[in-house]
């Protein structure tokens, strides 16, 4: 079993910058596929960004593309999502994922073990 665990939500202004973290336990994922997804108050979750096992390969939506990276510090267990320039359209309960494949998916149903999310509000 994989336990994950985000941080660094809050509120911010519009145009400021946030780090989320995802710090995994229970098992190295070091290998496996992670992504963020997020979900808006009455909307489905979306897809934000992926990484690969390798940490090769990334993938963004291109709502956030330009603005958030994603990165893996594979020796902490933890994936990153590093958010500049925030907007008010990016407030949503951030979730992290994973899944036993390095290959990345943008697909909520593709991932096996899930954080309890963190909530990140932007003001304008």
């Known amino acids: 079993q994989v336990q994950l665990v985000e941080s660094g939500g809050g509120l911010v202004q519009a145009g400021e910058s946030l780090r989320l973290s995802c710090a995994a336990s229970?098992?190295?994922?070091?290998?496996?596929?992670v992504a963020w997804f997020r979900q808006a108050p009455g909307k489905e979750r979306e897809f934000v960004a992926t990484?690969?096992?390798?940490?090769?390969?990334?993938s963004y939506a291109d709502s956030v593309k330009g603005r958030f990276t994603i990165s893996r510090f594979n020796a902490r267990n933890t994936v990153y999502l590093q958010m500049n320039s925030l907007k008010p359209e990016d407030t949503a309960i951030y979730y992290c994922?994973?899944?036993?494949?390095?290959?990345?998916?943008?697909?909520?149903?593709?991932?096996?073990?899930w954080g309890q999310g963190t909530q990140v509000t932007v003001s304008s």
């Open positions: 994922a994973t899944r036993a494949s390095t290959f990345m998916s943008s697909q909520p149903r593709n991932y096996d073990y």
């Open positions: 229970g098992r190295t994922i070091s290998y496996y596929a």
């Open positions: 990484i690969s096992g390798s940490a090769e390969t990334t």
